[in-house]
């Protein structure tokens, strides 16, 4: 299984929007609505920031969105802040029945 | 309070064994479907294995046949048994228990991963 394709890194100034894109196949972002987004600052462990494409966990700012057209999710983050600042995965079900990350986009708040 | 708290990584030679436990509390571990994720140094994460609350299990290509995940009703707690051990399964491992909504006895499961442990190292080094 392939990990997801995102891009490497994505910036922004505080204030601004921002969107990273994570691309798969039929087989896994295409077939499922199961897509979600993980952020990670350094040395820590992954944060669940969206699930089932659009859906905020409670606690997570209304500031990060998700959608799906295909097979290509995306995250958006407006308002962008500092603290905003973290690696940004994606993942999907597949139908292995396994899970599958992206490759990771770095968010730098500039 | 949900937490989850791994243990049991540390250095070890090639072709060699090693066991994570990941103890749980806050929730019952044998009614979650529960995962083990793995990063190596520097790079992104990749699902290792899932145990679900009736006990199949599934695992990616890159460990089948060598881990094993299983749990301990009694303990509350996770396990990942890794056998014949490569340079390339150096990481941090976390366990992370798959985001669920229960109500009134019946559960729904959401195929994503809302808690995760703080990690544990593993190298496999000579």
């Known amino acids: 299984q392939s990990a997801l394709t995102q891009p490497a890194s994505v910036s922004g100034s505080p204030g601004q929007s921002i969107t990273i894109s994570c691309t798969g196949t039929?087989?896994?972002?295409?077939?499922?609505?199961?897509v979600s987004w993980y952020q990670q600052h350094p040395g820590k462990a992954p944060k669940l920031m969206i699930y089932?494409?659009?859906k905020r966990p409670s606690g997570v700012s209304n500031r990060f969105s998700g959608s799906k057209s295909g097979n290509t999710a995306s995250l958006t983050i407006s308002g962008l802040q500092a603290e905003d600042d973290a690696d940004y995965y994606c993942?999907?079900?597949?139908?292995?029945?396994?899970?599958?990350f992206g490759t990771g986009t770095k968010v730098t708040v500039l | 309070e949900v937490q989850l708290v791994e243990s049991g990584g540390g250095l070890v030679q090639p072709g060699g064994s090693l066991r994570l436990s990941c103890a749980a509390s806050?929730?019952?571990?044998?009614?979650?479907?529960m995962n083990w994720v793995r990063q190596a140094p520097g790079k992104g994460l990749e699902w290792v294995s899932i145990?679900?609350?009736?006990?199949?299990?599934y695992y990616a290509d890159s460990v089948k046949g060598r881990f094993t995940i299983s749990r301990d009703n009694s303990k509350n707690t996770l396990y990942l048994q890794m056998n014949s051990l490569r340079a390339e399964d150096t990481a941090v491992y976390y366990c992370?228990?798959?985001?669920?909504?229960?109500?009134?006895?019946?559960?729904?499961?959401?195929?994503?991963?809302?808690?995760w442990g703080q990690g544990t190292l593993v190298t496999v080094s000579s």
């Open positions: 992370a228990r798959e985001t669920s909504y229960c109500s009134g006895g019946s559960c729904s499961f959401f195929r994503s991963f809302d808690y």
């Open positions: 806050g929730f019952t571990v044998s009614s979650n479907y």
């Open positions: 145990i679900y609350s009736g006990g199949s299990t």
């Open positions: 039929s087989s896994d972002v295409g077939g499922y609505n199961y």
């Open positions: 089932d494409v659009s």
């Open positions: 993942s999907s079900y597949t139908i292995s029945r396994s899970f599958v």
